[in-house]
Structures are given as structure tokens and as C-alpha cells.
């Protein structure tokens, strides 16, 4: 899955920025406790980060909502349950966004005995598209997309790929709306036509 090409970003420590920022409330302080700290007080200057620190913060979030999505999906009926295959990437021109494999399984569809698929959830919106491009025209009207696909062994040992064959173009399912997700991850885990029935009543 690659990014779409973007423009640098610069990013930098808010919370440490905000904490040097402290000298801006001592005249404040003064008034609330009439004592006037005697600090020497300097111009606070933003740290920069580097790439690889965003996209390891940005990689613990991820695996964060990742766990607790995993979590829940498996808290709904005893008789569905997904493992947990957690794992994270990051876009490389923007190390800000990133996406989240949750889990992996298996089920029957119309035309398809036996579909393997992995779930996912991403701190972003986008198109999903063709190819090498997998995500495409990246918006900033949602802060959330989960989706799931299909894959299949690759020619090379001990990969996988998407298996366009199924579904549309290998998505099975794609939204920016948690509960949506979760209706549809139950469904593919769903083993009977009964429990698919309580699942869509939802």
C-alpha cells in the first residue's frame, strides 16, 4: 500500500512548546498570589521532530485504538472470535497517518467458498484505489476509515496480496463510520444465517 506523494511537513513538540510557554502566565501569577517568581525567562523555541519520532508516535495510537477495536468486536457474542494480529504502518511522506491491521479470518461468501480477509483501521479518509496506489485522494473530512480485504498467498513464499478477484477490487467493505465496521467485521465472522440475521437488526 502506498502513499500518495505530498509536500514536506515539519512537525514539532506541542506539549513541550507549551510547557516553555510557562513564563507568558507569570505576570498572572503574580496577580493570583502577589509573589513574582524571579526566573529568567527565555524565548521558547519549538524542538523539532524528526520523521521517524512522528511515525512512532503516531505507530502507538494506532496500535492503541487497534487493541481496543479488537477488543470490542470480540466482546459481542461468545460464538465470534477474531484473533488479535496487530501491526502498524505509516505513511512515508506523511508520518502523521497510518493504518492499523487488526485481525485476520476467514468466511463464505456467494460466489466464494472460502475468503481469507484482514480488517484495518486508519487515522485518515481516502479513496481506496487500484494497484500499487492503494489509497487515494486523502481527505480530511473524516478522522477515521476502517475496511476490509481479501488476500491470498503471493508468489512469494510467506507473503500475502489482496485478492482483487473478490468483492470490489479486494475491498469487502470500506467506511468512515465505526459502527458500520463493526456490523460488517460480525458479519464475515458470523457463522450461521441466524446469528447474521441478529447482527444486520443491529
Not at 525567562?41 to 512522528?54: A, C, G, Q
Not at 470490542?72 to 502523521?96: D, E, Q, V
Amino acid at each position: 500500500m502506498l502513499p500518495n506523494p505530498a509536500p514536506k511537513f515539519r512537525y514539532y513538540d506541542a506539549v513541550a512548546y507549551k510547557r516553555s510557554q510557562r513564563g507568558a502566565a507569570a505576570y498572572t501569577d503574580y496577580l493570583r498570589t502577589g509573589k513574582l517568581e524571579r526566573r529568567t525567562w527565555s524565548e521558547p523555541e519549538k524542538r523539532y521532530l524528526t520523521y521517524r519520532e512522528v511515525a512512532e508516535h503516531t505507530g502507538r495510537k494506532l496500535e492503541q485504538a487497534g487493541t481496543v477495536t479488537h477488543e470490542r468486536i470480540n466482546g459481542f457474542h461468545r460464538s465470534i472470535r477474531f484473533p488479535k494480529l496487530i501491526f502498524h504502518r505509516t505513511l512515508a511522506s506523511m508520518p502523521h497517518l497510518g493504518y492499523c491491521h487488526v485481525t485476520v479470518s476467514n468466511t463464505r461468501l456467494p460466489q466464494h467458498e472460502n475468503v481469507q480477509w484482514s480488517f484495518y483501521m486508519a487515522n485518515f479518509y481516502s479513496e481506496i484505489g487500484e494497484g500499487e496506489r492503494f489509497f487515494r485522494s486523502i481527505s480530511p473530512k473524516f478522522r477515521r476509515m476502517y475496511f476490509a480485504i481479501a488476500i491470498r498467498p503471493s508468489e512469494i513464499e510467506g507473503r500475502l496480496e489482496i485478492d482483487r478477484k473478490v468483492g470490489e477490487d479486494g475491498v469487502l467493505f470500506h467506511t468512515h463510520d465505526p459502527e458500520d465496521a463493526m456490523r460488517n467485521v460480525l458479519l464475515l465472522g458470523a457463522r450461521t444465517e441466524e446469528l447474521r440475521k441478529i447482527i444486520r437488526a443491529i
